[in-house]
T-cell receptor, first 113, second 114 residues
Framework: GENVEQHPSTLSVQEGDSAVIKCTYS??????FPWYKQELGKRPQLIID?????GEKKDQRIAVTLNKTAKHFSLHITETQPEDSAVYFC????????????FGTGTRLKVLA | ETGVTQSPTHLIKTRGQQVTLRCSSQ?????VSWYQQALGQGPQFIFQ???????GRGNFPPRFSGLQFPNYSSELNVNALELDDSALYLC?????????????FGPGTRLTVL
């Protein structure tokens, strides 16, 4: 069935360093890959997304890369700041009437000052 | 902040009881999907409503049911509550029929089943 694996489950980095979170999806028909940031006790917030016709997308310190052949996509955060500390979720969806999101299990990122 | 609201914020129930959770979608959105997020896990898709009709369902038993109203707000009903139903329930609204549109999540309802 549809599945999204996410690694690592926890990640600690020093302020200013880069962080990379990786996801692998099983459904080759998936064509949209959003990333969400969820702070403690708050709603998931979309931070960046990528569609299957694009290999990379960047928005300031955040970038996402997609390798359709390997069914991998990754979130890259550069120059990390303490406010980047949160849980990050990747998701994948396929073209269907529902476009339901299949989420990864999350990565808890801690940026150490 | 998104325009998606949920009520109540927190809820405590006992096993066997029934619960109704509510979601108001963002203005202009005609699709509401519901997700269950257990502690330490990613959200799991429960079902989705598009223009008042259920158009997709995840691996949840029939005791999880829902409704969408003409104003596109939505309800999630859970009957015969079990301990494992304790979770954060998120609704997300979007504009359906236009592809994988962004989902805007509400703040969630935290349900505790004792």
């Amino acid at each position: 069935g549809e599945n999204v694996e996410q690694h690592p489950s926890t990640l600690s980095v020093q302020e200013g360093d880069s962080a990379v979170i990786k996801c692998t999806y099983s459904d080759s028909a998936s064509n949209y890959f959003p990333w969400y940031k969820q702070e403690l006790g708050k709603r998931p917030q979309l931070i960046i997304d990528i569609r299957s016709n694009v290999g990379e997308k960047k928005d300031q310190r955040i970038a996402v890369t997609l390798n359709k052949t390997a069914k991998h996509f990754s979130l890259h955060i550069t120059e990390t700041q303490p406010e980047d500390s949160a849980v990050y979720f990747c998701a994948a969806t396929r073209p269907s009437g529902t476009y339901k999101y299949i989420f990864g299990t999350g990565t808890r990122l801690k940026v150490l000052a | 902040e998104t325009g998606v609201t949920q009520s109540p914020t927190h809820l405590i129930k006992t096993r066997g009881q029934q619960v109704t959770l509510r979601c108001s979608s963002q203005s202009g959105h005609n699709t509401v999907s519901w997700y269950q997020q257990a502690l330490g896990q990613g959200p799991q898709f429960i079902f989705q409503y598009y223009r008042e009709e259920e158009n997709g369902r995840g691996n949840f038993p029939p005791r999880f049911s829902g409704l969408q109203f003409p104003n596109y707000s939505s309800e999630l009903n859970v009957n015969a509550l079990e301990l494992d139903d304790s979770a954060l329930y998120l609704c997300a609204s979007s504009l359906g029929g236009v592809g994988p549109a962004d989902r805007f999540f509400g703040p969630g309802t935290r349900l505790t089943v004792l």
